[in-house]
């Protein structure tokens, strides 16, 4: 069930990767400012998507808050604790609590390992590092009961991954992802790689087990359309920042930010008629390298709205209307509904 207790809050999360030159790349030649200053929370029971372009930060967001990335700076609270300034025996112990579900069902599974192992394989550890105590024949069962939840017979269980579909591979990756109870899942475009009619079936099923489960998602995919079946909640990202957040229903109905606006524009609607009515916002150029230090608004160089003052400074996230936050000069003085 949905609330407004948060589960995951994300206070100025930095993940930058510095580059080095120089014949034994000792010299410091800047960074690639991968993730910029992002801030949010994820509530209990929620999905939140996360959108925006390829390269505009949103996998290396999750694998930062994972802890697969390093973090440059930022905190990453769960549940209270702060992830980020965890030492590796604290990490292990809180990852129980959040898993992550990868894009490419294809490279995710251990192809050495039978399909029952590598659903197993996360409970054996806890169980030997003394963080579960589960014996072999529970763990077995929890497998097979697990496996069979998300559409995998006993039939399969003693198969090898390469044997299956991608949209089976997901699932058994979507088992494991459960095999340890986890609160949090941190889904990195889990359809993406499916076709459009097995895409369908694996979003029904990750709705279904977030009721039965009691799980929270933070979502990430690329496809307007999924996320919006999907999520309660949407942040769009753009060159390693949040530039709009707001429930899916009115991000989709009322976008404010420019950025939003153009990429919305470009979502084929199945209607022929609405579709040549429809004002199609197309932006110039290409999103900038995330190498280059920019003052201003990270949407500056592309922005049809640009004012002078978006070159100098970088506008902050403010809430325009309840749950609705914007970061773009246009609505600097339209907190609390007055639009621009
Ligand atoms: Fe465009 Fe300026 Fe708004 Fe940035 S702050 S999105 S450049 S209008």
Known sequence: MQTRETLLEIKDLKVHFPLEKGLLFTKKAGAVRAVDGVSFCVHKGESLGLVGESG??????????ARLEHITSGQVLFEGKDLAGMDAQQLIRARKDFQIIFQDPYSSLDPRMRVIDIVAEPMR????????????????????????RCGLPSSYTKRYPHEFSGGQRQRIGI?????LGPKLILADEPVSALDVSIQSQILNLLKDLQKE??????????????VEYFCNRV???YLGNIVELAPSNILYKNPMHPYTKALLSAVPIPDPVAAKTRKRLILNGDVPSPISIRLGCPFYERCPMAMG????????????????QVACFLYENAQGGDHA
């Open 213 to 226: 489960f009691n799980l929270t998602f933070l979502f990430i995919a690329h496809d307007l359309s999924v």
């Open 309 to 324: 003052a978006c070159e100098k400074q970088k506008p902050t996230l403010i809430e325009i209307e309840e749950g609705h």
């Open 235 to 237: 942040a769009v990202m």
């Open 125 to 148: 550890i806890f169980t030997k590092k003394r963080l579960l105590s589960l014996t072999e024949k529970q763990i077995e069962e929890k497998a097979l009961s697990l496996l069979d």
């Open 175 to 179: 088992a494991r992802a459960l095999s």
């Open 56 to 65: 505009c930060g949103k996998s290396t967001t999750i694998m930062a808050l």
